[in-house]
């Protein structure tokens, strides 16, 4: 691992933007925090005196909360604006609201927004950091960061192994950041659904594509199990949830045709008889509350790289 | 920043010598070692930590546990330094409250390395005293901060930087006085 990279992006707007590298260098980094978050003092001052604004369009908790525990165990301001609440309601626009928002001299802002690509319209019209936390059905960086990070502490390595991420795959931006991220790293990524829920040219990202869920278990070293998103995108693609469970929803059944050591991840929150049955989710193979762990020091690398950006 | 070495001050010997007797002054100062511990500030100050320990074995037939501390996060100068920090693990695998905790460092400067350090260190717990080892004190304080046990003191120009070279990051012992150019 090179440790002289310097990191010069002020934003983290998706993997697609970064290279092999610095996505191996938010990973090292990330190892030091989650050493911070296993201490008894949990805090750091690294970014003390800064200030991180999470702008949510979007509702969210775990990300949400996650980047205000990140932000504060980094020993920064969070301050945490809800649209609905605040003149957005009011008609004003994107652009706007950032720049009066980087008025109150605040130093990174955290977007979700339900439109594709609205953190980069952000991040062009600011000059504060830009952390984007998930827009519409593009990017959903830190979340493919944790996977990898949590993949990595599990497999040791990223490099060769066989991930498959099942599920609805059309609307995911959890599957589009973790194919765009693993590929990168050199793991082999397969993608599974119904033919309903797989985008048209997702092959073109560099992930083989099966509507055989036996077909993507086979030989995988991972999988990476999507929410089904029933009460909204996904309305319509599938006729029942059952229906889905029935198909493509991992039981222990399944599971024990399966690599032994298979890690099984899934972003939350669960649907249980849906995705996968309880038995997996709490089972031996299951490292989904590991995911929600790693998510703070991984947001804590995010925020104290793109803080410190140098020029390049 | 380019550099070149000017003045040998240690070879292989000499800071082997000097680990050995700071281990001598640590045991005859604190009495008993069961209680102490060394934490090494990375990335060399780490590896002399553990030579330390092992120094300080040999001289009183146990070795006290050995720690390495990340100081990134705890600097002063984050947003003014040109080359970025990276951010390394701290791996401190005992508990410090109540223990005497020796520092460890290759060269003492200013002393806003060792304030981080201390504030790092506290973050883990409380220890009953925190002293002080440098393989190289070239004075020039900054902070009101001190060695207990200094290996070699060294007169140096601001102009000048004081590169401690070990086998374990760099292929060989010995300390330099280097100029910039």
Redesign the interface.
Known sequence: MN?KI??SKKDLLGLEYLSKEEIEFIL??A??????TT???K????LRGKTVVNLFYEPSTRTRTSFELAAKR?SADVINIVPEASSVSKGETLIDTGRNIEALKIDIIVVRHNCSGAPNILARSVKASVVNAGDGWHEHPTQALLDMFTLKSKLGRIEGQNVSIIGDIAHSRVARSNIWGLTKLGAKVTVSAPKTLIPEGIEKMGARVTNDIEEALEGADAINILRMQFERDTAGAFPSKLEYFKQYGITAERLKRCKPGIVVMHPGPINRGVEMSSEVADGANSVILEQVTNGIAVRM?VL?LVS?A?KE | MELRDKTKILDKEAIEKAITRMAHEIVERLKSVDNIAIVGIKNRGAYLGERLAAAVGRVAGARPPVGALDITLYRDDLTQVTEQPVVHATEISFDISGKVIILADDVLYTGRTIRCALDALIDFGRPSQIQLAVLVDRGHRELPIRADYVGKNVPTAPNEVVEVRLAETDGKDEVVICEKL
């Open positions: 440790n310097a990191w090292y980094t190892e030091g925090f989650k050493e911070v201490r008894q003092i805090k750091v001052p690294a980094l690398a104290y410190h140098r």
